[in-house]
């Protein structure tokens, strides 16, 4: 049996083009997308194998999820203090909230 959280995870996330998560590797604010990385990642590239998921580290950055979209379209969310549960919330909204 799979979580809620899991049961997202797996899906598909067809309007993306891209996906990109900023974090820092220290900061607290972070935290959740750190988690994310550890929890998710591997179950949601492999239901999307064509999706590039790009994760940049920078010290002291502010977390954020950039989606891009077809025609270079781009929306992010700032991802300071959610867990990695709140994290794949945000993507999956950004997935379902095509421009």
């Not at 996906?19 to 997308?33: E, I, N, P, W, Y």
């Not at 591997?42 to 977390?63: F, H, W, Y």
Request: charged share 20%; proline share 4%.
């Amino acid at each position: 049996y799979m979580g809620v959280s899991n049961m997202a995870a797996a899906r598909a996330l067809g309007s993306l083009k891209e996906l990109r998560l900023h974090l820092c590797q220290t900061g607290a604010s972070s935290k959740g997308v750190r988690e994310f990385v550890e929890k998710y990642y591997v179950d949601l590239k492999a239901k999307n194998p064509q999706l590039p998921i790009l994760v940049r580290e920078c010290s002291g950055v502010t977390p954020k999820i950039w989606a891009r979209y077809a025609f270079g379209q781009e929306k992010s969310v700032v991802a300071s203090d959610l867990n990695a549960d709140q994290v794949l919330q945000q993507i999956v909204s950004l997935n379902d909230a095509k421009p």
